[in-house]
């Protein structure tokens, strides 16, 4: 069982950044991926950033460019960045791990809200 733990979100103004924060509650001994995704109300969820075990990132089109993902090595908090915020990044931010076993256990966490005000 892993239970994770969002931080970081707030009331931002439109071009300014947030550094999402998650912490595990124990050391990820073996993963597959791990990352962040968000929902906005009355919208599709959406992978906003992934990282691998061996450190390969993936970001969504809707933040390349201006988004920052990180973890620790071995990873129990891993981290989103998000720089330039538009109003169109409001949403609830969930940080992810799929463990690296025969299902690929996914747990998530709570969320934590990010608006970004125009």
């Known amino acids: 069982q892993v239970q994770l733990v969002e931080s970081g979100g707030g009331l931002v103004q439109s071009g300014g950044f947030l550094r999402l924060s998650c912490v595990a509650s124990?050391?990820?001994?073996?993963?597959?991926?791990m990352g962040w995704y968000r929902q906005a109300p009355g919208k599709q969820r959406e992978l906003v950033a992934e990282i691998t075990p061996r450190g390969t990132i993936s970001y969504s089109n809707s933040v390349e460019g201006r988004s920052t993902i990180s973890r620790d090595n071995p990873p129990n908090s891993w981290y989103l960045q998000i720089n330039n915020l538009e109003p169109e990044d409001t949403a609830v931010y969930y940080c992810?791990?799929?463990?690296?076993?025969?299902?690929?256990?996914?747990?998530w966490g709570q969320g934590t809200q990010v608006t970004v005000s125009s």
């Open positions: 992810y791990v799929k463990l690296n076993d025969y299902l690929r256990t996914h747990y």
């Open positions: 124990r050391r990820i001994s073996d993963f597959s991926a």
